[in-house]
């Protein structure tokens, strides 16, 4: 993670599906592969696809990071919630969330899939706590 003095800038540009991520120092486009952010796909949203439709989970909107210590199948595992906590999309891939604290990191929804009308998939921007991160405007 990355130290204050060196805080993260970040906004997000609209595309065709959800949003792309610049870096607002430099103004270039940021990979997914980016080491300084994380880039996941939903796990678990097939369980949920009616939570899934809320528009809490639109592209650009802020999200919630839940750990579920006590979840048993993975004591590692990190809920993804809408910023109020009232619907839950799925998780943080579990490779993924064994290498997280989530009180360290925050989530906006990035990008979705729709199939038939319906959000079937949602990928998310996992950005350390202290980034800044741009917003759309609604």
């Known amino acids: 993670m990355s130290s204050s003095s060196e805080r993260i800038r970040l906004w997000l540009e609209r ?3 959800g949003y792309r991520i610049r870096d607002a120092a430099t103004e270039e486009l940021v990979r997914d592969d980016d080491p300084r952010i994380r880039i996941v796909k ?8 009616d939570e899934l439709q809320d528009a809490a ?3 650009g909107r802020r999200l919630a990071l839940v750990p579920e210590t006590d979840n048993e199948h993975d004591p590692n595992a990190i809920a993804i919630f809408d910023e109020e906590r009232q619907a839950q999309a799925g ?12 009180d360290d990191w925050q989530a906006v929804s990035l990008r979705e899939y729709v199939e038939d009308g319906r959000r079937g998939g949602l990928r998310v921007l996992l950005a350390p706590r202290e980034a800044w991160i741009g917003m759309p405007r609604a």
Not at 42 to 49: D, E, N
Not at 91 to 96: D, F, G, K, L, N
């Open 57 to 59: 989970f639109t592209p």
């Open 42 to 49: 939903v796990a678990g949203v097939s369980y949920r696809m």
């Open 91 to 102: 998780y943080v891939p579990a490779e993924v969330a064994r290498d997280l604290d989530s």
């Open 15 to 17: 595309t065709g599906d």
